[in-house]
Each structure stands twice: as structure tokens, then as C-alpha cells.
């Protein structure tokens, strides 16, 4: 970092924004061996010293992640609208789970003690993009660098997001634990639909960390979400229900809204400046998950700035876009379809199919076998929609 004559901090990079995007970006700039002069600047309105958000993923063995992986799963089950149970066992894949705090903590230890790095709290109000540079001011000072990576949503999504494919992905979850031992510690909850909100494809997703404690989360797929106060009852409804109303304490609670959407977040990219996370299109825009998938997007930026060609990240193969816009179509015009369609692709495909296809790596045979085993008519009707 330097400071020129008009007291404008420089630096090669700046990354907005200290979330997964940021920090797995970030840190995968200092261990390239090809970018190890480059100076970076990550800025951040707030400090991440909280546990705010659980990340969870699936993959094959061993991980980059492993150290920080509080529990992992190879079996789950899933549960219908009419108590058809489905006991799934993952193999060859693993089911990991992330404490946030832990992240953050992980990757800004890592970050603070590599001399190409600095954090600045402080808010950006505005970005210039010359020919040459990007110019950050912010309610501090200014910065200037040769590229942007910003994770701020662009206004225009907010105000075009109803011309897309759009529902949210909301969810509220208490972390409790019970006086006596209700859980299976080697089995999480992928979905129960037996608990879903009247017309909405809606469920409850349960991480067990032992016998005596586990996160209970309710989660939308839907156009619409509930208050708080409503989320936190069915959540208190549903434990009474299902674990024969078992004394518990609630240790802590989370919530928050993902968007789910077709929007082209790519258009935003521009020669300077790569926008990165949910603002990069970096979420799946079917399921919500973005912790993984973040790698490939990270990896590909780090081979395109090492390259000197256009940042702009992984680009998924269209027809798995097109797939997406199916399925949003039907959430967002049929929402009640949904816990079919979910329930039968884990009743009828097997995970190793089925993950690998949510990963887009799968062919074109595969995904045609995958597609005939599901309902048809709504995605013939989301077609011709």
C-alpha cells in the first residue's frame, strides 16, 4: 500500500465486501504464486466477528475446508407430504458443515498475517471506473486500484429483479438443545415437507451436532416469506410435533433472505471491475447453495487475471441455466409443485447423480435421465411459459 500526493491509498486489487466471496477470493490471490506482488485492500462496512450464518456443502473426500468443518453427515433423510420417509446414504459424498465465525476467523487470521493484505472498516459511497483505474471513495478516504471486486448487489437488480425469474430462499433457525438424547448424531435433514406452509414449497432442514443438540431450520422456497414471529412458532410447532414435545433451551437463533433468480448478474462486469458473490451470480439459482460453488468462480478468476484475459469468473454451460429458469418458473407460478418435484428427485435418483448434476458436472445423458424420473407437466407448462 502507498499513498500518492493527493493522499489516495493504492493497491492492485480491491475486494468490497469481507463475506465467502471476498475472503475465499482473496485468499486464493496470496497463495498464487503469480500474483504474490499484488497488493490488496479489502473493505468492509462492518467487522466479521460474529456467528451470524451456517455454511453448509456437499463433496467428494478430503477438502480444502476440512480444519474448520464443525460436523459432516454420509446419510440423511428426506420426508414427504404424506410422511413417506426416504433414509439416503450420500457416499460417495460427504455432507460438511461451516460455523461462519469460524470462517471469518480462519480466513482473516490468514489474511491480516500476509503482508499484501489491509482491512479497512469504513462504507464506500462512491466507484469511478477510468480507462486505467477504479477509484473507491469511501466515508474515509479514497483508494484507487487497477481492478474492483465488488460484492454490493447493482441497483438495477433491485429494480429489474420482477422482470426475472424471482422467488427467495428465506429461512429462520434455532440452535437448541434438549435434556435427553432425541437426535441421530450420523443423520441430518436434508427436507421434511411433512410441516409445509399451506400452498408454498416450504421445510424443515435439521443439522444434529450430537443427541442433545442440533439446528432446526424452517426455509422458503417461495414469493413470499413469513415474520419473524410466525417463522419462530411453526419452528416451536414443529419440535413439539415431531420430538414428543421434549424439554429444550435455545442457544441461538439465525435467519436471513438469499435471492434465487435468473437475473443476468454478468451483464455488470465491466473491464475494471468483476462484481463477485450473490452480486456475481455466484449463488445456485435453484437451490441457494454458494459456499462450494464459490471455488470455481474463484478459480477461474485467479487464471484469468494470471492470464491478463477479461474477470469475469466461471460461466456455467447454458443449459444449466436453462434448467434453473425451469424450476424458478415453477416456484415462482406453482409453488405448491415444489415438494413433489424435490421429494422425487432424492426418492429417484441417486445422490452421486444427483449432487454431481446440482454441481453442473454432469453430461447430457445424465441430466436426461435425471429429468424423465420427475413430473413432467410443469416443467412442459414453465416451458411454454
Not at 475472503?23 to 504464486?33: D, E, H
Not at 429461512?171 to 435427553?180: A, N, R
Not at 435468473?262 to 465491466?270: A, D, L, M, R, S
Amino acid at each position: 500500500m502507498k499513498a500518492n500526493n493527493d493522499s489516495i491509498l493504492n493497491f492492485d486489487y480491491i475486494i468490497i465486501g469481507s463475506g465467502v466471496a471476498g475472503l475465499q477470493l482473496a485468499l486464493s490471490i496470496i497463495n498464487s504464486n503469480n500474483l504474490r506482488d499484488k497488493r490488496i485492500a479489502i473493505i468492509d462496512k462492518v467487522q466479521k466477528n460474529a456467528n451470524d450464518k451456517t455454511f453448509c456443502f456437499w463433496e467428494k473426500g478430503k477438502g480444502k475446508w476440512d480444519q474448520i468443518v464443525s460436523k459432516n453427515w454420509q446419510e440423511t433423510y428426506c420426508f414427504g407430504k404424506k410422511n413417506e420417509k426416504l433414509h439416503i446414504k450420500l457416499a460417495p459424498y460427504t455432507y460438511k458443515k461451516i460455523r461462519s465465525i469460524d470462517f471469518y476467523k480462519h480466513c482473516i487470521e490468514k489474511l491480516k498475517n500476509n503482508i499484501q493484505v489491509n482491512f479497512f472498516t469504513e462504507s464506500v459511497k462512491t466507484v469511478t471506473e477510468t480507462l486505467d483505474t477504479v477509484i473507491i471513495k469511501t466515508t474515509k478516504q479514497i483508494f484507487e486500484c487497477t481492478h474492483l471486486f465488488d460484492s454490493r448487489l447493482p441497483l438495477q437488480f433491485l429494480n429489474q429483479k420482477k422482470n426475472y425469474s424471482y422467488i427467495d430462499q428465506s429461512f429462520s433457525g434455532f440452535e437448541i438443545e434438549t435434556k435427553s438424547p432425541v437426535f441421530e448424531a450420523h443423520r441430518f435433514t436434508m427436507m421434511d415437507y411433512r410441516f409445509t406452509w399451506q400452498n408454498s414449497t416450504s421445510f424443515m432442514y435439521i443439522l444434529p451436532k450430537n443427541t442433545y443438540e442440533a439446528l432446526i431450520e424452517y426455509t422458503f422456497f417461495a414469493p413470499f416469506t413469513l415474520t419473524k414471529t410466525a417463522f419462530e412458532s411453526q419452528i416451536k410447532k414443529y419440535i413439539d410435533t415431531y420430538f414428543n414435545g421434549v424439554s429444550y433451551t435455545i442457544k441461538q437463533k439465525e435467519n436471513g433472505v438469499i435471492p434465487m433468480t435468473n437475473y443476468p448478474f454478468e451483464k455488470h462486469h465491466t473491464p475494471r471491475i468483476t462484481k463477485i458473490g450473490t452480486a456475481g451470480g455466484w449463488v445456485k439459482a435453484s437451490t441457494g447453495y454458494s459456499f462450494k460453488r464459490s471455488e470455481k468462480f474463484v478459480s477461474a478468476i485467479i487464471e484469468q487475471l494470471i492470464n491478463k484475459q477479461p474477470v469475469i469468473g466461471y460461466l456455467p454451460h447454458p443449459r444449466f441455466k436453462f434448467y434453473d429458469m425451469l424450476l424458478l418458473k415453477i416456484l415462482e407460478k406453482e409453488n405448491t409443485k415444489g415438494p413433489e418435484i424435490f421429494f422425487k428427485m432424492y426418492k429417484n435418483t441417486k445422490p452421486s447423480t444427483f449432487f454431481k448434476f446440482l454441481d453442473e458436472e454432469t453430461s447430457l445423458f445424465e441430466e436426461i435421465k435425471l429429468i424423465l424420473k420427475l413430473p413432467y407437466f410443469p416443467f412442459i407448462k414453465a416451458l411454454f411459459r
